[in-house]
């Protein structure tokens, strides 16, 4: 059950904490004093989109918060466990609305995302208002209060799995046979261009090391040239391996002379132990390295003509290929692979969609048998649940209506993505008439009361603790009223009941009731929601009736609530 809301700069509410108890709760009040705030703050809670333009003039931000006791829910405590939310007993759901447009939500303390919250509010509450009832004449609704009714939610959703994967595999089969049929047409066109790209053998990093090689080839005689430069700079008569022995030599000298100087000084400058190996050894060790390579160097000894000529020949065909195909080497290779894998598909297509058609037809068969079983128990369950509203109806005032579940088959394949069947409420208001779909037989008022007749019918397999309505008295009045709450009274047994009502008949059967009031403090509005007791009751009521000074009111007021309604 829900047991508190608090609310803070949220719209005309600065701020206001209001307490729950089980059962069922009226929340009354003045035309434009606040009730549809209350209810768009629970909204809120419950994940619904948010403007800036709700949080109070002058504030920065608006903050919501709603705790509730833990229902024995498996699926909310898979989703809560899914979430690795650490949850015991309470549920604390808290939301925040800055001006500059960010939302936060959290679970007891825990920031999760706007969908999480909006997913775990799912479990918890069933919000009715004028909008939800009108959802009522959807025909795409009325299959999910049927499996509500007769607890088929899980096989429901099981089917739409398995219908989901007979599309997927529809979809994929159709897919394999349009990319077949179009790379057939294809096909000499694609083997042309494999052909041409195969025969080219083209090797990544292939066109680079030619052209290198081209490059040197036709400066070989300064490539040559630059060899000998090098090995004279190392090993002439003034090169740099015969400087390092004259400079060998001259420290040789130096040390005679002056004590304490090595003859092996390091490359870093400082002295070493004539035992060490020493910059100069170092440095010869180096520059005859360098010799022998200059030396080896892959340099032939002539430009070979009809090597220079099948280079230039092989850098013409990249060139000709790329401007052909408007890629470099390297799409030139991908695009050879797509089209070499393109023809397997074709050579393979047969097989592909062979396969492919025997996982369509095997998820059809599976669609089909779980369809078929789920239709044969919705049948059984429409027969108990019609009669279970037309009771329902005739302690609501419609006493000589009918309410009736209608199926239609599923054209096409025989399946749709609610099973066997298209399913739809049919209902005569009236004794004598015919029935017709709900959306053209049912006024605001008949609306109301079906609703509330299909949430009686369902209200021991509905899961979720709380249930609140709003305008559900729209367009009644009278004995109707009275039976409109006494309906709750007995919904009640099964919820928690929050109810926005302005018939006195209604709230007066109510075990709780809050009264939204607005005033004026230090010249700004604010509204503020107060639990009644009693003798508040009496006088609330007795507003509702239109003649809140009247002794004969409050005293009506009175008998009502001794009465419970």
Do not use: W
């Not at 009354?28 to 994940?47: D, P, Q, R, V, W």
């Not at 001259?250 to 870093?268: F, M, R, W, Y």
């Not at 195909?325 to 050579?347: F, M, P, Q």
């Amino acid at each position: 059950m829900l047991r508190s809301l608090n609310i803070r700069n949220f719209a005309i509410i600065d701020e206001s904490g209001i307490e729950f108890e089980s059962g069922f709760t009226a929340i009354t009040g003045e035309t434009g004093a606040g009730k549809s705030i209350l209810l768009n703050a629970l909204k809120l809670i419950l994940g619904a989109k948010a403007r800036s333009d709700l949080i109070r003039q002058g504030a920065d931000k608006l903050r919501v918060e709603a705790v509730f006791n833990l229902p024995s829910s498996p699926a909310l405590r898979e989703l809560l466990g899914g979430l690795e939310l650490d949850v015991e007993d309470e549920l604390t759901l808290e939301r925040e609305l800055t001006s500059a447009g960010k939302n936060r939500a959290r679970v007891n303390g825990t920031l999760v995302t706007l969908a999480d919250l909006e997913a775990i509010g799912r479990h918890l509450v069933d919000l009715h208002g004028q909008h939800e009832q009108q959802g009522l004449l959807d025909t795409a609704t009325h299959g999910a209060y049927l499996d509500g009714s007769a607890g088929l939610s899980e096989e429901a959703t099981a089917y739409t799995r398995l219908y989901s994967a007979f599309r997927s595999s529809e979809s994929a089969l159709r897919q394999a046979e349009e990319d077949a049929g179009r790379l057939r047409e294809q096909i000499e066109f694609l083997q042309f261009q494999f052909k041409e790209l195969d025969k080219a053998g083209l090797r990544e990093g292939e066109e680079e090391k030619l052209e290198g090689e081209l490059k040197m080839l036709s400066g070989l005689e300064k490539v040559v040239a630059g060899q000998q430069a090098c090995l004279e700079a190392l090993e002439g008569q003034t090169g740099a391996l015969g400087a390092l022995g004259r400079l060998e030599r001259e420290l040789q000298n130096l040390a005679k002379h002056l004590p304490g100087v090595s003859t092996h000084s390091t490359s870093s400058g400082q002295a070493r132990s004539t035992t060490g190996r020493g910059g100069i050894d170092e440095a010869r060790e180096i520059l005859s390295q360098l010799r022998d390579e200059l030396r080896h160097l892959n340099i032939p000894a002539s430009a070979d003509p009809v090597r220079i000529d099948a280079l230039n020949a092989r850098l013409a065909l990249f060139q000709k290929l790329r401007t052909k195909y408007k890629t470099n080497l390297a799409g030139l290779i991908g695009l050879r692979d797509r089209r070499k894998e393109e023809i397997s598909r074709v050579e393979n297509a047969e097989v592909e969609t062979a396969s492919l058609n025997d996982q369509r037809d095997a998820a059809l068969a599976a669609a089909k048998k779980a369809a078929k079983a789920l239709s044969d128990k919705r049948h059984a369950a429409a027969k108990k649940f019609d009669a279970e509203v037309n009771k329902r109806l005739a302690q609501l005032g419609m006493e000589g209506s009918r309410f009736e579940t209608r199926f239609q088959l599923v054209e096409g394949e025989g399946l749709g993505t609610f099973g066997l069947d298209r399913i739809e409420f049919f209902l005569a208001a009236n004794a004598g008439e015919p029935t017709r779909s709900l959306k053209q037989s049912a006024s605001g008022g008949e609306i109301s009361r079906v609703m509330l007749a299909i949430k009686g019918a369902l209200a021991q397999g509905d899961p979720r603790p709380v249930l609140v309505f709003d305008e559900l008295d729209t367009g009644i009045g009278g004995t109707t009223a009275l039976r409109i709450g006494e309906a709750l009274v007995e919904l009640a047994k099964h919820h928690q009941l929050l109810v926005i009502t302005h018939l006195h008949q209604v709230a007066a059967q109510a075990s709780h009731q809050h009264r939204v009031v607005k005033t004026m403090e230090g010249g700004r509005t604010v509204t503020n929601v107060l639990p009644l007791k009693e003798k508040d009751r009496a006088a609330e009521l007795a507003r509702m009736m239109g003649d809140e000074g009247s002794d004969a009111a409050l005293r009506h007021a009175k008998e009502l609530l001794r009465k419970g309604g």
